[in-house]
């Protein structure tokens, strides 16, 4: 299957990515994407953006290299109750938000709580995709987890950077298995992005399109595959 867009990816704007907006645009056209998200981490991340900074995405244009690229924000998941780290005023603006769990702003909780953190950051409206739901360091209930992202229409991320050797995400693949099998089973579609943080790695989906195949998932519940139905989960 041929993707045509990556959409979380980062620049050296989050403070540990090194590529800027268009070699990212650029290296996303030599892959032949259609189209790119660019998620800076929200302001709770060590080193990330100011508030300012997403206000001022404006002044971007969305077509660079001949890629359309969507401007918005990899959303730092707080708290058990989903609260997020940027505010309504700013959320309304952004073309894209993933919201996620990361060791730098939320410790690990239980199973109960990690769920319920995705789950309640499911019910904010600028929220399209759940960023790699698959860290081991968070246990999560993967069939609840599954149901209530159809439930909510967003989707779920399958990160081809869990499954890097020697990442942060450390055997990821036994989660991410877990809830590919529970997305079959409840035909809920899934979106493949590289997460990646330079520009080489915009694109490159290797990993992750082998896993796939291993467990012979379905083409039909990846969304890469056309950018129409992936506008199906952006909201605005």
């Known amino acids: 299957m041929n993707f045509v867009l990556d959409a979380h990816t980062h620049t050296l704007a989050s ?31 060590p080193g990330s953006c100011t508030e300012f900074y997403f206000l001022n995405l404006r002044v971007v244009p969305r077509v660079m290299c001949g890629v359309e690229l969507l401007l918005g924000a990899e ?26 769990l990361h060791l730098p702003c939320i410790r690990p909780g239980t199973r109960e709580q990690n769920t319920s953190a995705y789950l309640h950051a499911m019910e904010n409206p600028h929220v399209n995709i759940i960023g790699h739901p698959d860290d081991p360091r968070y246990p999560v209930d993967y069939r609840t987890l599954v149901r209530e992202a159809k439930a909510h229409h967003v989707l779920l991320e399958f990160n081809n950077g869990s499954l890097v050797p020697g990442g942060a995400r450390s055997d990821a693949w036994k989660q991410d298995q877990e809830m590919l099998r529970y997305c079959m089973e409840y035909q809920v579609p899934v979106i493949v992005n590289t997460d990646a943080h330079i520009d080489h790695l915009v694109g490159n989906f290797d990993l992750a399109k082998k896993k796939l195949a291993e467990i012979e998932f379905p083409d039909s519940l990846v969304v890469n595959r056309s950018v129409d139905e992936f506008r199906k989960y952006l909201r605005k």
Do not use: F, Q, W
């Open 15 to 45: 403070g540990h990515g090194y590529s800027t907006i268009r070699e990212m645009a650029y290296a996303a056209a030599g892959k032949g994407l259609k189209l790119l998200g660019i998620t800076e981490h929200g302001p709770a991340m």
């Open 75 to 100: 959303l730092n998941i707080l708290d058990d109750r989903g609260r997020v780290d940027l505010p309504e005023t700013i959320l309304k603006r952004l073309d894209l938000c993933v919201a996620s």
